[in-house]
């Protein structure tokens, strides 16, 4: 038979294991919701937000082409990771593939830096993402353009 002594040392047990599932439970809640989309991404309301996005950062782009791109003659495509908050502020930018000119990798983050703050994230973004990955290609081409796909 079980004593009452292991009852309650099986007892305080179990309400240790579940104190400590809650506290597990509760910091997974916590953790920020992350949303990843790219230039596949259909679904209207972050594909909606991603176009604007995009227009902005072309537009930028188009204004602050590197010199000295320009005048090297220097062209060439690279993939951008820009990690966005939901007030518009980046929280990171990162190059997952490079161009092979870091002349032109170190523009994109400028072009993403000179761009920012973004539009905040509408509600029906906001209310289910906490950090929005927007996940890009860049091409610069010779004819002193920038272009994301």
Do not use: C
Not at 50 to 75: I, T, Y
Not at 128 to 136: A, F, K, V
Request: charged letters at 25%; glycine letters at 4%.
């Amino acid at each position: 038979t079980t004593s009452a002594a292991e009852l309650i040392n099986r007892s305080m047990e179990m309400l240790t294991l579940n104190k400590q599932i809650n506290q597990s439970l509760q910091a997974y809640s916590k953790a920020p919701q992350s949303k990843y989309i790219s230039a596949r991404t259909k679904e209207f309301r972050y594909a909606s937000y991603m176009r604007d996005w995009v227009a902005k950062v072309e537009r930028v782009g188009e204004l602050n082409f590197p010199d000295s791109a320009r005048r090297a003659d220097l062209s060439g495509s690279l993939i951008v990771e820009v990690a966005l908050y939901p007030d518009g502020s980046v929280r990171n930018i990162t190059i997952l593939r490079p161009s092979g000119h870091k002349m032109l990798d170190d523009a994109a983050i400028r072009i993403v830096k000179l761009a920012s703050p973004f539009a905040p994230f509408p509600e029906n973004i906001r209310k289910e993402t906490d950090i929005l990955y927007i996940t890009r290609t860049w091409v610069f081409t010779s004819g002193n353009q920038m272009r994301s796909r």
